[in-house]
């Protein structure tokens, strides 16, 4: 089993920059594809970023590309999430999610679940 922890949302004006972080313990993450989604009010949650740690394959959703990327640390096993340029419509809560042996960025195929942390993007 594998148990993630997430932290580092807040609140942060259009054009800010957080950084999320999602601790993972059990398995290390390299034997996972890591992702992150977010989930807003009334709206179903959406990918935003995934990536396979043995390939380094890595999707992302076009409404984040060249602002947000994924990045870890191999030392803690940590998985971040740097968003740059946030824009009020990144509001939402955002996740990180672990799949064992497959690759994708349907929600569905995760099989781990951090609890979730808030960005909240003013204009």
């Known amino acids: 089993q594998v148990q993630l922890v997430e932290s580092g949302g807040g609140l942060v004006q259009a054009g800010g920059s957080l950084r999320l972080s999602c601790a993972a313990s059990?398995?290390?993450?390299?034997?996972?594809?890591m992702g992150w989604f977010r989930q807003a009010p009334g709206k179903e949650r959406e990918f935003v970023i995934v990536r396979r740690w043995s390939d380094g394959s890595t999707n992302y959703a076009d409404s984040v590309k060249g602002r947000f990327t994924i990045s870890r640390d191999n030392a803690k096993n940590t998985v971040s999430l740097q968003m740059n340029s946030l824009k009020p419509e990144d509001t939402a809560v955002y996740y990180c999610?672990?799949?064992?042996?497959?690759?994708?960025?349907?929600?569905?195929?995760?099989?781990?679940w951090g609890q979730g942390t808030q960005v909240t993007v003013s204009s």
């Open positions: 999610a672990a799949a064992f042996a497959k690759y994708g960025s349907d929600p569905a195929i995760f099989d781990y």
């Open positions: 059990g398995r290390p993450f390299s034997m996972y594809t």
